[in-house]
């Protein structure tokens, strides 16, 4: 496990997780979130997503954590040797991401993109939950699906999975 594309809905604990495995394998980490936006929640260019990608991509270790565009993830799905897509019922995503949005009423976001204060974001980051769930899971799916003969690929379905996981592959949960 030294190229790790962690993909899933918001709210499933894949920052927690990328964050877990970066120490424990020792491997760089980078979030998509800080990528492709620049403060006040700011989207980034397209041309300047891509060049940052394509050298993270050009790395010999890295944990990439997140979205961004699609033909993205495909690019970072290729270049991968382990794929964990953390795809819990729609309502613990929810309810992880509220919880999430009410701590940051007390602190920031670790993982965060600087500047880009998480209370403002609530109303479109439950609108985005569905849109995923709805539209961008089933692509996502058969995406992750096309690697299961060439990659690592862990599909985590619920919490329960998700520590057990962290257990085997960080050492505790």
Excluded at 32 to 56: F, L
Aim: net charge positive; with cysteine.
């Amino acid at each position: 496990m030294t190229r790790v594309a962690v993909i899933g809905n918001a709210g499933g604990g894949k920052s927690t997780l990328c964050r877990r495995l970066s120490k424990t394998l020792n491997i760089p980490l980078f979030a998509v979130d800080r990528i492709q936006w620049k403060p006040g929640w700011m989207p980034v260019s397209y041309a300047e997503i891509k060049q940052q990608h394509d050298q993270i991509l050009a790395r010999d270790r890295w944990i990439i954590d997140g979205w961004g565009p699609f033909d993205m993830i495909e690019e970072r799905f290729a270049a991968a040797d382990t794929i964990i897509f953390v795809d819990h019922p729609l309502h613990i995503h929810y309810w992880r991401a509220i919880k999430r949005q009410v701590a940051c009423l007390f602190a920031p976001r670790p993982d965060g993109p600087e500047g880009c204060p998480m209370l403002p974001m609530t109303w479109p980051l439950l609108k985005m939950i569905w849109d995923i769930h709805a539209t961008a899971r089933p692509k996502l799916l058969k995406a992750v699906r096309r690697h299961h003969n060439d990659k690592r690929v862990f599909h985590i379905t619920s919490p329960r999975e998700l520590r057990r996981f962290v257990l085997q592959y960080c050492g505790s949960a």
